[in-house]
């Protein structure tokens, strides 16, 4: 049996497997968006990843987000640029219109694996959170459309 984490979000508690990256608004949009069972492609996954390395940058330019926690996203961002699998990105294709699901799935992956690049725990939202940090000065109509 696999075994799983609790995670939470705004809108409350979830279960991921223990490997994930993602958090429980991914979770949330796998339970309620199982439509082909088709994923984005993986460059569209590549092109929200640049997006947020690109934000991070500018954020960290602009003091809007600290140097520190940044570096950690683009870091993230960049390793997940080389991965092998997309097994962090699961979401379906066919989503909100908005995409906001895949905006947020790559949001929490980035924050997850942020954190442990500065020691933290993968699935908390400290030091690096997944809206007030990855996300700073994006909506998901920013970034997927």
């Known amino acids: 049996m696999e075994k799983k984490v609790k995670v939470s979000d705004s809108m409350g508690e979830m279960e991921v497997p223990s490997w994930a990256y993602y958090g429980a608004s991914t979770q949330r949009a796998i339970l309620n968006f199982p439509v082909s069972g088709e994923r984005l492609p993986a ?23 600290p140097e520190e926690l940044a570096d950690a996203i683009i870091q993230a961002g960049r390793e997940f640029l080389k991965r092998e699998d997309d097994s962090q990105f699961p979401v379906d294709v066919y989503q909100t219109g ?3 699901s895949s905006n947020m ?7 997850s694996r942020a954190n442990e690049i500065l020691g933290h725990d993968r699935w908390g ?21």
């Open 105 to 111: 799935n790559v949001n929490e992956v980035l924050a």
């Open 125 to 145: 939202k400290n030091p690096v959170h997944p809206n007030d940090h990855v996300n700073r000065c994006q909506s998901s109509n920013d970034v997927f459309p």
């Open 43 to 65: 460059e569209v996954i590549d092109a929200i990843i640049v997006i947020k390395i690109c934000a991070a940058s500018a954020n960290r330019s602009l003091s809007l987000i």
């Open 98 to 100: 908005s995409g906001t």
